[in-house]
């Protein structure tokens, strides 16, 4: 067998192999991310706009945001059945053909002037239900395209392209093409979806295998019988997350944690914005928040992978969640535009750190035939709190004040880091490493024999 090639390394030091690299399959799924992503940005910050040409009540504009991730509470658990019973490459295509679809009707009643609120709405349902399926398939194929040890590097790209995409690029060109035309906010999506399809049908279709890395033979741990029971397939990746050691305290950590975040957001721009608020922000400022925001992710997307490691993922989820947490206190007691903007810039960079730690590890650990449905159950899980955390914070700010909302908050949410790290020893990881290991080296062999 031939030995990989080493790195030069002074006498006495043993040579370090190099990393290797993420390959062509990642490169195109990186792309197809990158596009729909900047479709993404282009929808949500537009979308809501064009909205407010249609009615001036904020309750209607207020269920853009609802229509549109909805389907994440109703279906990702379904989505997670479908991802692990089925081609994740043909459900992306088929998936981003229903967006398509969606863009360029929405596109064509715009430019007649036929979009009205219900069907906007009706659009946007269909919509996000798509993106349940396009999103849960391309996370779901990371590590079937990435090799084993390079999945850090693999989320922490994925999420930087995701940042670029949506807050540097996506927010501030939907303005631009709103002006140019109701037409063109949907029908500019709608290229760059198409765009994104060409690369995967190019790079991905039928080249992909399951399994990690996508090496090898097909995997063994595909179900054996097309007609499974789909209440059983749920069963099998709901207890499988509740039965880990490793993943259940990280999906419980992150669903509290989303749902006081939202709790957090839902009145925080009553706290930064207008001349009665404590810092006193202009409206037009208030997007440059969401830029620091994202400038503080890019950093930490391209430095995650040489900060997380193997063997260290406790350590990086206490630090980063930790000062996550702090910070949030931050606006509360110094109430400055400074305060904010470094305290929003830090808790961007922290936060990519510490989600490509938890994706990476939730990666290694869970087997390739059911991690759509872990997946699934975690998204249930995380995205149902938050419209939840946001209805309880606005009745906590109502009652208490914001400024006691946000310091409960940053309060809870140094409770809910302490109580994660706790149930999260290292040496409960390590071990759950060592047995994933094991597995998948037995699935090898057993390949190899067949």
Partial sequence: MTQPETTDAPAGERPTAPPPPLGPRFAHLFTFSALSNLADGLIYVGVPLFALTLTTSPGLVSLVTTAITLPWLLFALVAGVVIDRHDRVRILVIASLVRIAVFLGAALAAANDLLTMPLLLGLLVVLGTAEVFADGASSALVPDVTPRTRLGAANSRLMGAQLVANSFLGAPLAGFVLAAGAGWLFGVPAGLVAAGVLVTLRGLWGKVRRGHGGLGAPSAEAPSSADRSVRRELREGLTFLWGHAVIRPIVLGGMSYNFLSNAYMAVFVVWVVGPASAVGLAPEQYGLLAMGLAAGGLAGAVLAERIIGQGRERLVVAVTWGVCAV????????????????????????????????????????????????????????????????????????????????????????????????????????????????????????????
Avoid: H, K
Wanted: proline residues 4%.
């Fill in 327 to 450: 910070l949030l206190a931050v606006p509360a007691l110094v109430p400055q535009v400074w305060s904010v903007a470094v305290a929003f810039t830090l808790i961007g960079f922290f936060n990519i750190v510490g989600n490509t730690a938890t994706s990476a590890l939730r990666q290694r650990l869970v087997p390739s035939a059911i991690l759509g449905r872990v997946q699934g159950a975690a998204a249930t899980l995380g995205f149902g709190s938050m419209p939840l955390g946001a209805a309880l914070g606005g009745i906590v700010a109502e009652l208490f004040g914001v400024r006691t909302l946000l310091l409960a908050v940053a309060v809870a949410t140094v409770l809910v880091v302490v109580l994660t790290v706790r149930a999260l020893p290292q040496s409960v990881i390590d071990a759950a490493e060592r047995a994933e290991e094991q597995r998948l080296a037995a699935l090898d062999e057993d390949a190899q024999r067949a």
